[in-house]
């Protein structure tokens, strides 16, 4: 079945810590997006990429880096500098940027 | 200011029960609006898309309105069954500009026995 897999479903982020999250697409999608979902608000776009070797930040990319070597991947690290970083992160991807928009099931990131 | 906002924040009610979420939205121009319904702990899942000239649009037990002049949406659930207990999302996409999407906060369903 094509889908977008996330991995971990849970992630614990030490003090001083960066962490990466895991976002795989057998869709054949040329976009692909990062959210953060935080209890009492909408999604924010942390990052996103419409083709292989290009992203552009979101509204809250600070603290944040992604990678897109390949099609089928887009990995999230959240890094040290984001002093905020507990929340459940949400992959997406769709056949361009004009396009609907499939989710994956999400990783929660908490602080130990 | 590009906003989407809805009512109520959280909601219980007894299955067999009908029920009416709403969405109020300020984007402009405006695209297109979808409800999503997310499981806790899941990715959301879209029910419905609605453009422009779109007045209603059903899936199963789910009817959703869209009065674009009045820029508002509403997702009625008929019949209500336990597993529609989750949250609901009101999406506007924007045309034009490079975020496009616009999120509410959802509402939080519960259907109980």
């Known amino acids: 079945d094509g889908g977008i897999t996330q991995s971990p479903k849970y992630l614990f982020r030490k003090e001083g810590q960066n962490v990466t999250l895991s976002c795989e697409q057998n869709?054949?999608?040329?976009?692909m997006y990062w959210y953060r979902q935080d209890p009492g608000q909408g999604l924010r776009l942390i990052y996103y990429?419409?083709?292989?070797?290009?992203?552009q930040k979101g509204d809250i990319a600070e603290g944040y880096s992604v990678s897109r070597e390949k099609k089928e991947s887009f990995p999230l690290t959240v890094t040290s500098a984001q002093k905020n970083p507990t929340a459940f992160y949400l992959c997406?991807?769709?056949?361009?940027?004009?396009?609907?928009?499939?989710f994956g099931d999400g990783t929660r990131l908490s602080i130990l | 200011k590009n906003q989407v906002e809805q009512s109520p924040q959280s909601l219980i009610i007894l299955e067999g029960k009908n029920c009416t979420l709403q969405?109020?939205?300020?984007?402009?121009?405006?695209?297109?609006l979808r409800w999503y319904k997310q499981d806790t702990g899941r990715g959301p899942v879209s029910l419905t898309i609605?453009?422009?000239?779109?007045n209603t649009k059903s899936n199963g037990r789910y009817t959703a309105t869209l009065d674009a002049d009045t820029k508002q949406s509403s997702l009625h659930i008929t019949a209500s069954q336990l597993s529609d207990s989750a949250s609901y999302i009101c999406?506007?996409?924007?045309?034009?500009?490079?975020?496009?999407?616009?999120f509410g906060a959802g509402t939080r369903l519960a259907v109980h026995p």
């Open positions: 609605m453009t422009f000239s779109e």
């Open positions: 990429s419409q083709i292989v070797n290009d992203f």
């Open positions: 969405c109020n939205y300020t984007v402009s121009p405006f695209s297109n």
């Open positions: 999406v506007v996409r924007r045309a034009g500009g490079y975020n496009k999407l616009i």
């Open positions: 869709l054949n999608h040329d976009a």
């Open positions: 997406a991807s769709s056949e361009n940027v004009d396009q609907p928009q499939h």
